[in-house]
Each structure stands twice: as structure tokens, then as C-alpha cells.
């Protein structure tokens, strides 16, 4: 539950005035809180249980006041979190999404917005305080929304509206749910602030993939921990195709691996301005390629067809890659299905799998011959849980860092001076 | 608490070396260049596996439920299994063969199962495609247990069920029965065999709930009887609470951090307090509890399983046997009680009526199938120690009881006070430095420390700083039969006890149950319900200049 505690919202125009405003909103919330606490406790008096909780709380908020009685509320102490929305449109979204993940989200949220670029510098603000509930009888605990709109010139200065807001000594996850222009005069002063990068790969302009390849490349310069929702989002598919190759006769297969094929959705057959976004179904391939110690052989390239090639090798062999676009009623991008082959003493092995809102699908063929046939009820992750996720991972995820690793060496990244291909 | 400890310098401004992180990005990309090169897949592992929830999933196998007809099975174990399959986390070649006595066909006894996870289970509602898949996997078997032929069958079932469902000869066996009942199911299983492993897989394992026997005796013959058809390694004995998250944070909480280490010991720590406190009394169950008294349901398993895991070492690995080596060692090094200790430093209470939530409650001796001459037990108390290099001199006060104010499971080191107080004129003397540690409810761990109070003066008052798990991982904890059951379906008996730490558990227990069994009777009830247990558990540890932690 989350409760807005602040009455009519303040707007400050300075950092200074920021400041000021987040200290009295706490300590207004404080007494709101003691206040609703008396109440419950002269409501339910009848009920010991209930009114001994109500009186604990009250005591408790009592205990930590300070002497003019107002209570500094608990904040928990998870990271910063800096929404770097461009327009206001982004930014509502954002704010919906990091709202929607209730208790989960960060100690103190930014989100920016930056409005006319040749108007008068300046900035505004406004800021929402957050007791968030849990479920009932459960701690309450306390966090902010900041929502900061730059003017003119200030906009291209936002690391030095962002640096004195952060909450002191917590990691700070930089979230730009746009296409982050990496190789810009801003993403240079604004990376160096971050611990983690929040991005969706999927929503880039075009293909994506010049994105990607400067996503891996910066990842790999700045040390940086990545957390890209297109990747994120896979998890079902991953757990899925693990599991079929759990049986001890299907996992030899993994070290036998001949093609890799992605159908992924484009509105028009065979995709034939390339600009269909293929992260997605890149990841994918860049995951298997990863988890299963295949190197690059050629990157990736697109074709007359409209269809992406690569070639991989795994222990000897030879493993083809191809990213295929096909006409679907999914959103463009979305992948429709993923087939590895795969041949060992003679049997070819096909698993295929497929994903649905609510489940995915695979079937894995022996020569031909249906052998498995699995559904697992594994719902698509919504924004509210990639964020929730994204957020909550501590440190940097060893297969996420050598699935984009290997993302960029597909698409030509040997190090960070190289520049990836584009779509 | 700040929760984050991932915080990792960088940039302008800030300093040059950065702390030592569990793995930095950088040295990820190392070894995914290094394992490009070098990799060849390990035929034993699955590489797609690595970075997912889990990175072994269970076997295929069969979960053969005793007594699945019972309490504990609607409540606990059954629920259990639902959330494991409805998340993913069992394999699709799994089937949960339910043996009872009663008559059920396949379809009543699943409906009956249905019945109890709407009652039962922790997430509702009931998701309806993962339970008409699990549904279609459970299997029920009418069993007698002093029916050979039975018996028999059930093994000829679990054979059919193998080339029906796939579960490639792996049994998994779950005695959810009375205690009194486990000897002769494992008989009978040995006598059909059901106990043998197959060569090239086929494992077969058995998980016993508590209590393991009533003394040392028993619970020796208890171990023998149950040896002589399975090994050691192939029995899972399970006492739940070895399942919560916040006991296995204990672990975390020691060996995952290093400033605790260094002051984890006689130097430093002044004594530790243990309770296990409930405000329920028996609740139905007084026939049971009768025959059991606090000082068997809790203090032979729960308080001396917390104990350990705050006295032990420092495991070499986190391989059961290395982390149950080291607990055997503190149960072996808890010093055995002589018969004038257990008078002065052993103390048992029984509740007589009186309040808990604002709600009159009977006494013990009032409740239904407990005789009203009553001599069991509903609290205990002690004090003991441990004769090992760490602990030697410190005390640990253990309590737990029935129909105390609240429910409270904590565990609380209370360190020494400083050498010298500098603060003589301030208005109070700086309380020590506590850490305690929440096992239920609220869970979380607490900092006390002392701090000066803003103003003029030179005040010094205790402040608490304290982590909640709810305020900084908001996600449901899995209960802690989930996290069990999936333990021993990959074989991993670390949070099981061994048959020479139950034995080791017993040779502290028995000479107190003994003892108190020569003594005249007691006089009971000794204490109201709704207060922390007898006067003479206050004169226990204020014989010492201490006192219990007010919770």
C-alpha cells in the first residue's frame, strides 16, 4: 500500500529548496503517521491484539522524536534510483512503473525531464513522500519521488542537479528508458555517476543493434552493471530451455549445437527496411552462445532476405546462426520462436521453443520423432517487475555480463574502441 | 540498515581503490574470455542452468507422502509441493504418491487436496493450469501399515509409476505420520526393498519429521531401526525451523560478513539469550503435549539447533556434513548438566489461567486431554555453556515456552560493556552493545549501540539500528517446508539433522528430563499465561547480575 502523505505538493526552484522541502515533508508525514496510529488505537481498544500494535507504533514513533516532537520517519536504505525521462510523457510512464512496484522501489527516485532547450535555465521540482505498507501489520517504511524539470541550459547540465540529491553512500541506478546516447557529452558526465545502467533494448529506435554494440562496448569500458530489461524479459525462455535439457540424455546435445535459428515478429514479410527491432532476438542467441563456450567466427550481417546471419564455433564445429523476421501479430521484435539443432552420433535434435502471455512452450524432436512436449506456466514479466528486478539485483549477474559480452562480439565488438555494425 | 553492499567507486572524486566486491564486471568479462577458450561442457552439468533460480533442479521423481491423510500434510507438506510446482521448480517427470489408510481413488483424494490449498496454501487463489497439472501427477495408495501385502503393491505402483511418469526409479519418502509409527513403515519399506539404489541413478531418500524420540535412548534405537534399512546418507530428519529464512541468514549473517568474526567470542560477548516464545498454548494438542513437555518439543531441537548455529565454527565449506561436523561439535562441547546444575540452572514452568491478547485463556491443566494433576512442562529455561576455546565462560540462557505475552523468536548477543566509562556525568549509563536477531515475526536484526543525545550536555542514550527484512527485500520468503522439501529433492541435507546430532541433543536433554522425573513433584502452575514464564526463570539469570531481554 502506499500512502501520499504530503498535502498540497511544494515546488522548489533551487537544490537548496529541494532540500529544504524533503526535510518537512518527513516530518510532516511523521505526524500524519502518530496521528493515524492514535486513532487506530482508540478504534480497535477493544481488541488487545490490534491496539497493543497500535500503541507499539505510537510508542515507537514517539521514541524517535526528536525535541520539537516531529518524527523522522524510517526510510529503507536500498539506492537511488535516476529516471532519466527526457518528456514529461516518459516520465509520467516511469513514474506509473516505479509506483507500481509498491515496496520494492528505490530509497529516493529522480526523474527528470528537461523542457525548452533554448529558453531560460532554471529548474523546478516537485516531491511525493511515500509510506509504503506492505500488507497489514507489516513495518511501514518510507521513500521519495523527486521530479525535477530542467530548463534551458540547465538541461544539458543535469549531473549537477542529480549529484547533490542522492541519497549519501547508496548505489545509484541510472534508468533510461529512452535510446541513452551513449556516445554524447552527456552520457560522459552522467555515467561516471552510476553503478548500474537500467535500459530496455527492445524499445531502441531502428534495430537496435548499433545500440547494442555501444551498450556492450560502454559496459565493458566503464565496468559498468547492466541491467537491460530486453534480456531480463527472457528469463522464462531461459528457465524453460534449461529444464528439457535437465534430462541426462538430452545434455550432451548442449556441447553438439549445429544451428541456432530466431524467428522474431516484423509487420512487413521479411522485414525489408531492417529496422525492425532484433535485440531481443539477439540476446537469445548471444545467451546460448555464451552459456555454451562458443566463440564468434563472423559477426553478424544482414542479407538480401531481410534474415541475420553469424557463424559460431563450439569445440570444433561449426555453429550457424539466423535471425529470421516473420509476419506476426505480436508486437515487432517480439521472438516468435527459438530453434537449436543439434547432432550427436547420429541423432539430430530439435528444440524449439515458444512463448505465449501466459506460458512457454517447447518440444524437442529426436530424429524427427516428438520426444518432449512441455508447457510451463511462466507469465510475461511486466515493466513494474523488470524494474523490481533490476532494482533489487545486488551485484554485477555473471550470465548477463557474458550474454552482452558476447551480444557485442556478434556484432563486431572486439573492445570498447571498436564501433559495432549497424542494422 | 543500509541493505546494499554493492556500492563499487568509480569516477572522478572518489577513491582510487575500490573495495573488495564479491565479482566487478570487469573480472566477469575475464573469465568469460577465459572460459571461451578453455570451455568444454561439463556433460554432468547443465550450462544453461547458470544464473537461473536454481542452478540443479530436482531429479525426476516420485514423492511418496505417509500419512497424507494427516494434518501436517494438508497444512504444510502438500502446500508446499503446490508452490514448488506451481513456480517452476520440480521437474515435469514428478508424481506425488499419497499413502494412507483411509479410502480415497486418485480423483477424491486430489479433490481433497484442493480443498485444503484453498485453506492452506500461501498464495492464493489457486492457480488453476498449474493445479490441473499437478493434479494429474498425484496418485493415491490405500496402505496399512502392518499390511505386508500392501506394501508390496506400493512397491509394484512405484515401479509402474517409473515407465508411466518417468520418474526413473528416484523415490523420495516423506513420513508424515505419528512418531510411533515410523519404525514399522521403515520396516516394511526394507522388507519390500523400496530402500535400494539403483546403479546409474535411482536414489532413493527418507525425511522424518520430529521429534527423534523422546530421550537418548530412544532416539538411539529410533536411529539404529531406521539404519538398518537406510544409510545415513539417505535419511533428511527435518525440523522446520532449520527451514526459515532468517535461521539460514544466521549463516549469512556470520560467514558472509567479516566485522562479526573478530568479536564473536569470550573476549567480547557477555552472554547470549535464546527464546523461543508462543502466546498459543496447546491447541488441541494436549494429549501430545502431555507426553512431550516444552523441554522436548523445543529445547531438544529448536533452541539447541539455534544455539549451535550461533556457537559453531566457521565450516570449511557449506557441504552438509561440514556444516553439520561443526554443529556437532558445539552440541558435544555444551557442558552436560549435573544433577545440582539442573536444580539451580534448569528451570521448568507450567501456565495457569490468566490473559494473552486481551483474551482470558485457560491453564494447561484445563485444557482438553490434559490430566489435571499435570506435571508436563509448558516452559523451560536454562543456562549453559559451552566448553570450547570461543564460548568457554559465556553463558547461554535459553527459554521457551507456551501462553508467554507474544509470539518472539530471538536470538540476542549481548556484548560487553566498554572498560571504562568516560561518561560518568552523563544522566544514564551507556546500555551494551546488543545484536539481536529476530527469527519470527518481524524478522530482521538489530544494532544497539549508544550515541549521544543532541544538546549541550554530554547525554548518552542506547539507540537500536535496525535491518527489517520486510522494509528491504519485499518478497514473499518461501515457507520454510518449500525450502526443505526442495533440499532434499537435490540431495542437499545441510539445514537436516544427522542421527549423531539428534543423539548429541538427547545426551544434554536427558539428564534434565530425569532429573525432574526424581524430584518431588512441582508446583504447578507456577506462572499466569500472558507473562514471561515463572519467577524462578527471573532468579536464573539475575543470580548472574543479568536480566532477560525485554521483546
Given at each position: 500500500m502506499a500512502q501520499d502523505l504530503n498535502g498540497p505538493r511544494p515546488v522548489a526552484h533551487s537544490i537548496p529548496e529541494v532540500e529544504g522541502q524533503l526535510s518537512n515533508l518527513w516530518a510532516r508525514a511523521a505526524v500524519v503517521r502518530a496521528q493515524a496510529a492514535d486513532a487506530h488505537a482508540r478504534l480497535v481498544a477493544a481488541q488487545a491484539e490490534a491496539a497493543a500494535r497500535a500503541a507499539a507504533a505510537l510508542a515507537a514513533s514517539q521514541e524517535t522524536s526528536d525535541a520539537g516532537g516531529h518524527h523522522v520517519a524510517a526510510r529503507t536504505s536500498v539506492l537511488n534510483l535516476v529516471v532519466m525521462a527526457g518528456d514529461a510523457d516518459t516520465a509520467d510512464a516511469c513514474a506509473l512503473t516505479i509506483a507500481a512496484t509498491a515496496g520494492r522501489h528505490a530509497s529516493r527516485s529522480l526523474v527528470l525531464t528537461e523542457v525548452d532547450p533554448e529558453g531560460p535555465s532554471g529548474l523546478d521540482a516537485r516531491i511525493e513522500a511515500l509510506a509504503l505498507t506492505t500488507s497489514a501489520g507489516k513495518a511501514e517504511t518510507g521513500a521519495e519521488m523527486i521530479y525535477v524539470t530542467a530548463h534551458g541550459e540547465t538541461g544539458s547540465h543535469l549531473a549537477s542537479i542529480i549529484v547533490p540529491l542522492l541519497v549519501h553512500d547508496l548505489p545509484v541506478a541510472l534508468w533510461w528508458p529512452a535510446d541513452p546516447p551513449f556516445e554524447t557529452h552527456r552520457a560522459e558526465r552522467l555515467?561516471?555517476?552510476?553503478?548500474r545502467l537500467i535500459v530496455d533494448g527492445s524499445a531502441w529506435s531502428g534495430c537496435g543493434l548499433g545500440m547494442l554494440g555501444q551498450l556492450a562496448a560502454v559496459a565493458e569500458q566503464r565496468n559498468l552493471v547492466v541491467m537491460d530489461w530486453a534480456l531480463l524479459r527472457q528469463s522464462r525462455w531461459r528457465e524453460a530451455l534449461a529444464s528439457v535439457y535437465d534430462l541426462p540424455d538430452l545434455r550432451p546435445h548442449l556441447g553438439a549445437v549445429r544451428r541456432i535459428e530466431v524467428e522474431y515478429a516484423a509487420t512487413k514479410a521479411g522485414d525489408p527496411d531492417g529496422d525492425t527491432n532484433v535485440v531481443r532476438p539477439l540476446y537469445h542467441v548471444a545467451w546460448l552462445a555464451s552459456r555454451l563456450g562458443m566463440t564468434v567466427v563472423s559477426p553478424l550481417r544482414r542479407l538480401d532476405t531481410g534474415t541475420r546471419t553469424a557463424m559460431l564455433r563450439q569445440s570444433g564445429h561449426e555453429v550457424e546462426v539466423v535471425l529470421m523476421p516473420a509476419v506476426s501479430k505480436l508486437p515487432d521484435g517480439s521472438t516468435v520462436r527459438v530453434e537449436i539443432t543439434s547432432r550427436l552420433r547420429g541423432a539430430e535434435l530439435i528444440g524449439t521453443v515458444a512463448a505465449s502471455d501466459r506460458s512457454v512452450d517447447v518440444v524437442i524432436l529426436d530424429n524427427g520423432r516428438e520426444r518432449v512436449r512441455r508447457s510451463y506456466a511462466a507469465p510475461r514479466l511486466k515493466d513494474a517487475d523488470l524494474l523490481g528486478r533490476a532494482v533489487e539485483e545486488g551485484a554485477a549477474d555473471p550470465v548477463s555480463v557474458h550474454a552482452l559480452s558476447t551480444a557485442g562480439r556478434l556484432l563486431g565488438v572486439e573492445s570498447a574502441a571498436h564501433k559495432a555494425v549497424g542494422c | 540498515m543500509d541493505a546494499s553492499t554493492d556500492r563499487r567507486p568509480k569516477g572522478p572524486g572518489r577513491p582510487a581503490t575500490a573495495p573488495p566486491v564479491a565479482r566487478t564486471t570487469l573480472q566477469l568479462r575475464q573469465a568469460a574470455t577465459s572460459a571461451r577458450r578453455h570451455s568444454r561442457p561439463d556433460p554432468d552439468k547443465n550450462p544453461l542452468r547458470e544464473g537461473l533460480r536454481l542452478e540443479q533442479v530436482p531429479d525426476p521423481c516420485a514423492f511418496v507422502l505417509f500419512g497424507a491423510t494427516g494434518d501436517l500434510a494438508h497444512r504444510k507438506v502438500i502446500p508446499a509441493i503446490y508452490q514448488l510446482w506451481r513456480t517452476n521448480l520440480l521437474p515435469a517427470e514428478f508424481s506425488l504418491v499419497a499413502v494412507a489408510r483411509r479410502p480415497y481413488t486418485n480423483e477424491s483424494f486430489a479433490a481433497e487436496i484442493r480443498a485444503s490449498l484453498e485453506k492452506y496454501s500461501r498464495v492464493q487463489p489457486i492457480d488453476e493450469a498449474a493445479w490441473a497439472e499437478l493434479a494429474k501427477r498425484i496418485v493415491y495408495h490405500q496402505l496399512d501399515f502392518a499390511d505386508d501385502a500392501a506394501f508390496d503393491s506400493l512397491g509394484t505402483r512405484l515401479d509402474e509409476l517409473d515407465k508411466e511418469c518417468g520418474t526413473a526409479g528416484n523415490r523420495l519418502f516423506y513420513l508424515?505420520?505419528?512418531?510411533?509409527?515410523v519404525t514399522e513403515i521403515v520396516r516394511q519399506m526394507g522388507r519390500v526393498g523400496l530402500d535400494h539404489e539403483m546403479r546409474g541413478g535411482g536414489w532413493r531418500r527418507l525425511v522424518v519429521e520430529k521429534p527423534?524420540?523422546?530421550?537418548f535412548e530412544s532416539a538411539r534405537l529410533l536411529n539404529h531401526e531406521v539404519n538398518k534399512v537406510f544409510r545415513e546418507s539417505q535419511v533428511y530428519r527435518i525440523d522446520h525451523y532449520l527451514g526459515k529464512e532468517t535461521v539460514r541468514n544466521l549463516l549469512v549473517f556470520r560467514f558472509g560478513n567479516g566485522i562479526f568474526e573478530p568479536v564473536?567470542?569470550?573476549?567480547?560477548?557477555d552472554h547470549v539469550q535464546i527464546t523461543v516464545g508462543e502466546?498459543?498454548?496447546v491447541e488441541g494438542r494436549g494429549a501430545f503435549y502431555e507426553e512431550t513437555g516444552a523441554s522436548r518439543d523445543i529445547l531438544q531441537n529448536h533452541l539447541l539447533q539455534l544455539m549451535t548455529l550461533v556457537a559453531m565454527e566457521p565450516p570449511s565449506s557449506f557441504q552438509a556434513d561440514a556444516l553439520r561436523d561443526q554443529k556437532l561439535a558445539v552440541l558435544r562441547a555444551i557442558c552436560t548438566p549435573t544433577p545440582d546444575e539442573i536444580k539451580h540452572e534448569i528451570v521448568r514452568g507450567q501456565y495457569g489461567p490468566g490473559w494473552v491478547e486481551g483474551e482470558p485463556v485457560p491453564g494447561y491443566r484445563q485444557e482438553p486431554e490434559v490430566d489435571p494433576e499435570s506435571e508436563t512442562e509448558t516452559f523451560v529455561a536454562g543456562r549453559f555453556t559451552i566448553d570450547?576455546?570461543?564460548?568457554?565462560g559465556v553463558p547461554f540462557y535459553l527459554r521457551a515456552g507456551k501462553r508467554l505475552p507474544k509470539r518472539a523468536t530471538e536470538i540476542a548477543i549481548q556484548f560487553k560493556e566498554v572498560p571504562l566509562r568516560l561518561f560518568r556525568d552523563s544522566a544514564g549509563d551507556p546500555a551494551p552493545n546488543v545484536l539481536a536477531m529476530r527469527i519470527q515475526p518481524d524478522e530482521g536484526i538489530m544494532l544497539r549501540f549508544a550515541a549521544k543525545v543532541p544538546g549541550l550536555g554530554l547525554d548518552v542514550r542506547a539507540v537500536n539500528m535496525d535491518f527489517a527484512y520486510d522494509t528491504s527485500f519485499v518478497v514473499d520468503s518461501p515457507d520454510a517446508y518449500e525450502t526443505l522439501i526442495l533440499d532434499a529433492l537435490l540431495g542437499d541435507a545441510s539445514l537436516f539433522t544427522r542421527a549423531d546430532e539428534v543423539e548429541a541433543a538427547w545426551s544434554v536433554v536427558t539428564p534434565i528430563i530425569n532429573a525432574w522425573a526424581e524430584q518431588p513433584a512441582p508446583h504447578f502452575p507456577d506462572y499466569a499465561a500472558g507473562s514471561w514464564g515463572p519467577e524462578t526463570a527471573d532468579q536464573l539469570i539475575e543470580r548472574d547480575g543479568r536480566r532477560w531481554r525485554r521483546i
Open positions: 555515467l561516471p555517476l552510476a553503478d | 508424515a505420520t505419528q512418531p510411533s509409527q527423534f524420540g523422546r530421550d564473536w567470542n569470550r573476549s567480547y560477548v502466546s498459543i498454548g570450547d576455546w570461543r564460548w568457554s
